[in-house]
């Protein structure tokens, strides 16, 4: 018994079975008093076990910590999409992920979707994401789910979980894959004003089926990433993984101009590798520069055939893609700025798209496997020199750091950094607080839960006012 114990303690991927409301929590040192609103986090925790389903397909659920002047609570909620209430009224699983129906599902059930994979407030909306459906809109005081959102009919199909949020105009720029249905290579491309009303939404063909979880927005560019973790429906269908790592595709982006037509795009190469998250990117007179957390090979993720890809390069590191737009190449650069292994990369979100100056991210024990490892947060300038470094005890993970400006006139990086950590020998969780400029000081104060919030994916902050 106490050897299951320990085994269980090893990672913090499980689903927590229930949901919660702590209105008074404890807190080590002292909040800072700036702090006035919700830090959201969304990720996968299924409601059943399904055969084979992989875990970026659990059930999204919602974890929100408030702070108020100094005091925290905290409650948790599954996001009751169609596949969370078919599946919830049966007592069972009904779907084993990507929209399979196990066998002895219901023959008119659709897959509505897990919400689990981002949540963000824009234009009065909150909405959580995840890239296969559109957006779905929670309360934010209760976290009850009010359902899809699609802008007046004007949005359809997939919605990227990472849009971005245009810091000078308010304006949301999206995009979605497999726009033509699972397993095309159709991507479509559209904003939304900072109002709240759809102003684009156009279509148009990758090189090849891709899994694109993230894209790239500067002031006058997008950027689309479409690289060789491919999508099959014929090897769906016979069985074989409908997602896989296929090398010789090679690395495609395309670049458009923001106010140009996607008929306008101009598609860019390089050597195989993968990336899941960018951390931002910026215009530099003819070029553009771009910071990803870069794989060589992609995890979680087989050749087709099944057999798996090497685990020496399924690390991530902060890498650097050069964009030439004068004419002269249609290679892009790639740069590793450190040999760290990192994800979750953030800014402060007010120079998105912009040149920044500080950066940070989640860091990994390289000995140890890529996910359920990230086990520190690390303060990088502008260029990836790093800044500061914090680690945690041995055992303990730590989420996506998020952060905060103190006052909405601070200058860039003045402000906190908010970050849920597992604690492996207690399996329970606190929200961690660090002074963003000074991460090697530890957390200023810790928030601490009596349960755990199981390993997830993103989140944001939403300011009281």
Not at 30 to 37: A, Q, V
Not at 404 to 425: F, I, K, N, Q, Y
């Amino acid at each position: 018994m106490q050897q299951d114990a320990v085994a269980e303690r090893r990672h913090n991927l499980a689903p927590i079975p229930f949901e919660a409301d702590a209105p008074f929590l404890k807190i080590i040192g002292e909040l800072p008093r700036e702090l006035n609103g919700t830090l959201y986090r969304n990720g996968p925790n299924p409601q059943f076990d399904a055969p084979g389903a992989h875990w970026f397909v659990g059930d999204g659920m919602l974890h929100a910590f408030h702070l108020d002047n100094g005091r925290a609570s905290y409650c948790n909620r599954w996001v009751r999409t169609s596949k969370w209430l078919a599946e919830h009224d049966a007592g069972r699983a009904l779907f084993g992920g990507f929209g399979r129906k196990l066998p002895d599902a219901p023959a008119n059930l659709t897959d509505g979707g897990v919400a689990n994979t981002n949540i963000v407030f824009h234009a009065g909306k909150l909405l959580a994401l995840e890239e296969a459906h559109l957006p779905t809109e929670i309360e934010p005081g209760t976290l009850a789910t009010r359902g899809y959102h699609n802008y007046q009919g004007r949005v359809a199909g997939s919605f990227t979980a990472h849009p971005k949020v245009d810091p000078v105009t308010g304006e949301l720029v999206f995009f979605g894959y497999n726009a033509a249905g699972p397993l095309t290579p159709a991507l479509s491309y559209g904003s939304i004003d900072a109002s709240g009303k759809a102003t684009r939404f156009e279509r148009f063909e990758a090189p090849y089926a891709s899994m694109v979880h993230d894209f790239i927005v500067t002031a006058n560019h997008v950027l689309f990433p479409i690289l060789p973790v491919t999508g099959s429906m014929e090897r769906a269908m016979s069985g074989r993984p409908p997602y896989a790592w296929e090398p010789d595709k090679g690395a495609y982006v395309g670049v458009v101009k923001r106010k140009g037509s996607a008929k306008d795009i101009v598609w860019f190469r390089a050597e195989a590798c993968y990336v899941f998250h960018v951390m931002n990117a910026w215009e530099d007179g003819d070029r553009i520069i771009a910071d990803v957390m870069q794989f060589e090979e992609a995890p979680l993720f087989t050749h087709p055939d099944g057999t798996p890809t090497d685990p020496k390069k399924s690390f991530a590191r902060h890498c650097r893609w050069t964009f030439d737009l004068s004419g002269n190449t249609d290679r892009f650069q790639q740069t590793y700025l450190d040999d760290l292994t990192g994800e979750f990369p953030r800014i402060d979100d007010r120079r998105a798209g912009l040149m920044n100056r500080h950066g940070w991210y989640a860091c990994a024990n390289p000995r140890l496997p890529m996910f359920g490892a990230l086990s520190g947060i690390v303060h990088v300038d502008g260029n990836g020199k790093r800044l500061g470094h914090y680690l945690l005890p041995a055992g303990d993970t730590i989420s996506e750091p998020v952060f905060v400006e103190r006052s909405t006139d601070a200058a860039e990086g003045d402000g906190w950094l908010l970050a849920v950590v597992w604690r492996a020998r207690e399996n329970r969780s606190d929200l961690a607080v660090f002074n963003a400029t000074d991460v090697e000081a530890g957390p200023v104060a810790l928030v601490q839960l009596g349960h755990r919030v199981p390993d997830g994916f993103h989140g944001n902050w939403v300011g009281a006012q």
